[in-house]
């Protein structure tokens, strides 16, 4: 530690001191704990380190022993969680709670219980622009009795909303935008192969009949064309008018629909989910639903991040993942396993994502 300036108040050294973190690598977290505690020993409750104890804490796994010490931290000084009215706030008076831990406890959606391990815990200030819409410190937990990883404390849609509308002017961007002519390419390039895989594991249907395929998100309608032009019959569903009009205007006609309501009864071969299950509140509900649509020997394919993932594990405390606002669960190889059998499904097959590090495409089918 250097040597203290007789000119610098004890409070601006540990800013100082805390604030130059070259010195400590996230593979040390042990480092930054000792130097959090020994500042703590001079200057007892200082926000500052409290929070960089917390830290080095939540690095060696011990997420539980962390949760009090960023509770504590934040509510000293709101403005370590980025919270632009924070200032105001005088130390123990009721605000910062109502930005720390305001939204409800959510019980497994798997298994339905409550009881869970913390097993990471962060705040999101220095992760997510626009942080001061949700809640200051993020916790995720895995459950007592299926060991499914969650976000204890999901925000509120309410809260999801607002962060999204903020996030969107701070962008000052018009919004996604269609695809043009090299990355259309790229994109059918990525979708072929995917659908030869499937394929291969699907086989080739009844007789003279072509395989109906529906594509759940079909966005700009790439994956549809693809399909189509792979020799499916396809059925997209996109909510977005402006999407739906892009693709029929410059793809040719592609039959989409809004939304599922209007979808027929006739099962399909493939279902391709272009969503992200795990940042559904009701995710477990929505591969039962989708299944639903599978015909018997049909399959549903997902592209999901699996937390026992190799570049995942690689990653470790520091994966954006654990940062993402919409996030609600992680899925495991072994708990999404579980999941698809609480629903009627299994696994058929599954493979690393080309494209995006540590994503992985996984195809199920009816249970037997």
Known sequence: MPTRDPHRSLEDELHAVLSDTSHLLPEDPASACALAERLLRECPGHPVATLQLAAGLARLGLAGEALPQFRSALRADGRLAAMPWAETL?????????????????????????????????????????????????????????????????????????????????????????????????????????????????GTGAAGRPLRLLDIGSGWGDRLAAAKWAGFEVVGVEPDPRRRRWMERRLGPLPVVESLAELDAEPFDLVLFGGCVEEEDEGILLLDGLGSLLADDGLLVLHVDLLDHPVH??????????????RRIWFERRTLTESLQVVGLAERAAWSDEQQPGGTWVLAGRAA
């Not at 019980?107 to 809640?135: F, M, N, Y």
């Not at 993020?138 to 509120?156: D, H």
């Not at 594990?313 to 993402?324: E, F, L, Q, T, V």
């Open 90 to 202: 005088d130390a123990g008076a009721d605000g910062p709670s109502a930005w720390i831990g305001e939204f409800a406890e959510a019980s497994c959606p798997c298994c339905g219980g409550a009881a869970a391990e913390p097993i990471w815990a962060g705040t999101l200030a220095d992760r997510v622009p626009g942080a001061q819409h949700l809640d200051a410190l993020r916790t995720w937990a895995r459950c007592a009795g299926c060991g499914l990883v969650r976000v204890l404390r999901p925000p509120s849609d309410a809260a999801l909303q607002t962060y999204e509308a903020a996030a969107a002017v701070g962008a000052h961007a018009p919004g996604p935008l269609p695809p043009d002519e090299a990355r259309l390419h790229a994109a059918l390039l990525r979708h072929e192969q995917l659908l030869l895989r499937v394929r291969a594991t699907l």
């Open 313 to 326: 594990r690689m990653r470790g405390y520091d994966d954006p993942i654990w940062a993402r606002p919409n």
